[in-house]
């Protein structure tokens, strides 16, 4: 019979600035004591200190939590390079000017980049079928795989629609336990006409389908639905839109109209869709959302990056809304690995204490993605995976 080494009884005590343990609001600083590779305590150093005389203390810094999850990404835009540019120069000179690097290998790059992370899920946001079949047959690959649908014209709703469901219907037989879901993403409330979003939104909550919607980007997209006009309708793309905006959205724009409190009138926040980005709404818009229990996802670096201003995330939290982050993509966010956005996070929001973001990082990731988030707590497995430095 072997005995272990004497060293594998010998606790360990790591110590580091922020502990989320994947439950409660964590510790800052926080402990973690491990025996062997089980974990045996968690919580204040000076208390598991007095508890565990004998442990070998190793000072972590930095955080230790649960893998995050990367709940809002474009993956198959991995190939592309990352400029930080104002909104209306980078789509044109990143977006469209590399739309050739768009689609099955950017994608498998990203998910391989992703599978390199300690990454507790993704949500991300499938542009075309052949990156979606690509995507779905990856075995590693945890959460959900959102296909994206765009279409301003109400009359051509009906048929992209169609071709949507049916699709969805074929990839959702393709579906495996323990691996990605399907889900759906009208693109944005001014890029898919209100018939659209209904008919999405209505077959969605019918078939338990999650969505996400990129909603109040750039300060424009309010200023569309106010006026109907403003930059984001003088730079649109033609052919693509109708005549006016009020034939997309199926009313006429007005003073206080947001994209928020359209999508709340189409009925669309009642299906409980996650809001992406949030960073130009109102007070009443944050109450809205908070009403219908909607989920939203910031993406810190990317909105800065595009110049499209700083996700209120004190009223939002006062407001009692799940926030959870991500990267959004390579493009935009320069990275997909979102501990990098927690880390540009705590420097954006000085005030904002730092537990409350490593749990919109874990937490709130996992309960968008609808994932198990692992606990570290007293007799569960250890994983160095929960040590969040580089
Ligand atoms: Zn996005």
Redesign the pocket.
């Known amino acids: 019979m072997t005995l272990p080494a004497p060293d594998s009884f010998t606790p360990r005590l790591l110590i580091c600035d922020v502990l989320y343990t994947g439950m409660g609001s964590g510790h800052a600083p926080g402990g973690v004591v491990i025996v062997g590779d089980t974990v045996a305590a968690t919580g204040n150093p000076a208390q598991l200190r007095a508890s565990y005389p004998q442990a070998h203390v190793e000072q972590v810094g930095g955080i230790i939590a649960p893998p995050p999850v990367n709940a ?3 993956l198959d835009m991995s190939a592309y390079a990352f400029q930080a540019l104002p909104y209306f120069r980078w789509l044109p000179e990143v977006v469209i000017a590399q739309r050739e690097l768009r689609g099955v290998a950017g994608g498998l790059a990203g998910a391989d980049q992703l599978s390199r992370l300690p990454v507790g899920g993704v949500g991300d ?1 499938v542009w075309s079928p052949e990156v979606m079949d690509a995507l779905l047959a990856r075995e590693d690959l945890r959460g959900v795989l959102y296909f994206e649908v765009l279409g301003t014209f109400p009359g051509k709703a009906d048929a992209v629609f169609a071709t949507m469901r049916e699709r969805v219907e074929t990839w959702r037989k393709l579906e495996r336990p323990g691996g990605p879901r399907i889900g759906l993403t009208p693109h944005t409330p001014y890029t898919v006409s209100h018939r659209l979003m209904k008919l999405v939104t209505d077959y969605a909550a019918g078939e338990g389908l999650p969505m996400q919607i ?1 909603v109040a980007e750039h300060p424009s997209e309010p200023e569309l639905f106010a006026t109907g006009d403003g930059p984001l309708w003088t730079n649109r793309l033609q052919p693509f839109w109708p005549e006016t905006f009020a034939e997309v959205i199926g009313r006429t724009p007005e003073p206080g109209l947001t994209p928020v409190r359209y999508l709340d009138e189409l009925g669309v926040l009642a299906a409980k869709p996650t809001l ?2 949030m960073v130009n709404v109102t007070a009443d818009d944050i109450a809205r959302v908070a009403r219908a229990g909607c989920a939203v996802v910031s ?1 810190p670096r ?1 909105n800065i990056h595009l110049e499209c201003g700083t996700f209120p995330w004190t009223a939002f939290a006062a407001a009692g809304v799940e926030i959870a982050l991500g990267t ?2 390579i493009a935009s966010g320069q990275t997909l690995d979102v501990r990098d956005d927690v880390a540009f996070a705590r420097r954006l929001y000085p005030q904002l204490d730092p537990r409350l973001l490593v749990r919109a990082a874990v937490k709130g990731g996992g309960r968008v993605l609808d994932l198990p988030i692992p606990f570290i707590r007293r007799g569960e497995a250890w994983s160095d995976r929960y040590v969040w430095s580089d």
């Open positions: 809002h990404t474009h946001i990129h992406i980005h993406c990317s959004d993509s």
